[in-house]
């Protein structure tokens, strides 16, 4: 899929890791749009700084939580631009919520954010590209999960069943979509650590990790592209944590 001219979907693009990946597929030329949920005024920061650097996108904000948001924001790339290419399911919230203290609440917005809404967003595309004449190489949805479904720490167990359903998600669905829609997913390893995360870890992390440097966004904004430009591959994920996943 040629990004150039593409008009992409990138959940949770108000900032941090979503930011830079609305921003390096506008860099490549496609249009954006940038989803957000309450985070509107950090959304349209988003917005602004593709536009200063020549690229195309708008804002829209709608709750992933309820099927009226995921519909409201699958609609909004045919009727903004007339056509749709590429998502990336990136929303998340990191939440450290233990096996002990975690509710039904809280296990059910993981699945909502984090299992329904890609499944549905995704199904959306796919039923886009099935019922319009469309170019001869497929659509592509990338899901951005965790490294940490690998070797999950007791502290969010709730989070990382989530993000591993998501996984297998992108397995079941390449099938289910091919060859229209191509499913991929990255899985980054500590990119933007969190404004109170502590520093000392990641430095000892780091030593730990098999290449000695964590991923940098830019690392996992690479990663995204190549899913998105190899036509040829589908229902893989590729980590991209300096190795994390090996330990």
Known sequence: MKLSGSVVVVTGASDRLGRMLALGLAARGAKVVVHCHTQTGSADKTVALIQERGGTAFRLSADLTSMEGIEALAASPVEHFGRWDALVNSASVFRTIGIGEVGEADW??????????????????????????????????????????????????SYYCAKSALESQARI???????????????????????????????????RLPLGRLASPEDVVDAVIFLFENDSITGQTIAVDGGEHLL
């Open 108 to 157: 059910q917005l993981d699945q909502d954010l984090h299992q329904r809404a890609p499944f549905f967003l995704s199904k959306a595309l796919y039923r886009f590209r099935e019922t319009v004449e469309v170019a001869e190489t497929p659509a592509c949805v990338v899901n951005i999960t965790d490294t940490g479904v690998r070797r999950p720490t007791a502290s969010r167990p």
């Open 173 to 207: 669905l390449g099938v289910a979509f091919a060859p229209l829609v191509r499913v991929n997913t990255v899985a980054p390893g500590a990119v933007i650590p969190a404004v109170q995360a502590d520093e000392t870890y990641f430095a000892q992390l780091k030593k």
